[in-house]
């Protein structure tokens, strides 16, 4: 007999098994990209959080009262931030002067993520 029903009935189970074995590496391995994925957003999360925290604490140090000079510090401290880490991330200090207080967010923008932070800005500035 050329093609016992045994044989027949292992082959069948053997080809299941293969793409039983398939289907659950597929599964894995995209959990390992999916976890990789997660983790590189968290870390430059952190590292953008630190970077606009840093910005932030410039503007807050700014020691003037005149509108001119404080558009330009910000408009230089974020010009430097963006020059140094160019290749990575884009910070964005978006404010409005009114009343004494500069007012904003400062949002940093990952290279392959997108955007990534976004903290609120406020700073009181006796003169403006």
Same mark, same amino acid.
């Not at 039983?20 to 597929?26: D, K, P, T, V």
């Given at each position: 007999m050329r093609g016992s029903s045994k044989s027949k009935l292992f082959l069948m189970e053997f080809i299941f098994v293969v793409l039983?074995? /398939?289907?659950? /590496?597929?599964i894995c391995v995209s959990l390992? /990209?999916?976890?990789?994925?997660?983790?590189?957003?968290a870390s430059a999360t952190n590292e953008g959080t630190l970077l606009a925290a840093g910005a932030i604490e410039q503007v807050k140090a700014i020691d003037s009262g005149d509108e001119k000079q404080i558009r330009q510090e910000i408009a230089d401290i974020? @010009? =430097?931030? =963006?020059? @140094?880490?160019? @290749?990575k991330y884009k910070i964005k200090l978006e404010y409005?002067?009114?009343?004494?207080?500069?007012t904003g967010k400062c949002k940093v923008t990952h290279t392959l993520l997108g955007d990534i932070c976004e903290l609120p800005l406020a700073k009181y500035s006796g003169k403006v």
């Open positions: 039983m074995f /398939a289907i659950c /590496a597929s390992f /990209a999916r976890s990789d994925h997660f983790s590189r957003l974020e @010009k =430097n931030i =963006n020059d @140094k880490y160019d @290749k409005e002067i009114s009343d004494g207080m500069v």
